[in-house]
């Protein structure tokens, strides 16, 4: 599966973002968000040492996830990443690897925001343009 993210931008914006949360959907359809230390590995998002019954159970489930690295400072870009993930197979020290399918930066608009933005917030899709594809 090719991926439209920028690798070489979102490795540039998670400069500066010490921690993210990986969410995964509990059967019911509600999130379940857990603070995780995950490294941009290439093309690939790596989570180590899993912990949490309700995460692996929800990961086993359904493999789409969203990972959420929250602003380093106030007024800061919140850099989202979805995708599928794998775990590997190893209890209470299972890891995570996330196939990226799409990447965007968001917060609040502001009046120094670009205009005409694709959200209703202040939001940069960190996709491969057509001239770089």
């Not at 490795?11 to 990986?22: D, I, N, P, T």
């Not at 794998?86 to 690897?97: I, K, M, Q, R, Y």
Request: glycine share 8%.
């Amino acid at each position: 599966m090719t991926s439209a993210v920028d690798f070489d931008r979102l490795a540039e914006k998670l400069v500066g973002h010490e921690y993210a949360y990986l969410i995964t959907v509990d059967d019911q359809n509600r999130p379940h968000p857990v603070p995780v230390m995950p490294v941009l590995d290439g093309r690939t998002v790596r989570i180590g040492a899993l912990g949490g019954r309700r995460s692996r159970a929800n990961l086993a489930r359904t493999p789409e996830v969203t990972v959420m690295w929250p602003p380093p400072v106030p007024g800061g870009y919140t850099v989202i990443v979805d995708g599928t993930a794998e775990v590997t197979d190893a209890g209470e020290l299972a890891s995570v690897a996330v196939t990226a399918s799409r990447a965007v930066l968001i917060r609040i608009a502001t009046p120094e925001s670009p205009g005409e933005t694709p959200c209703y917030s202040d939001c940069v899709d960190l996709k491969v343009t057509a001239r770089e594809a």
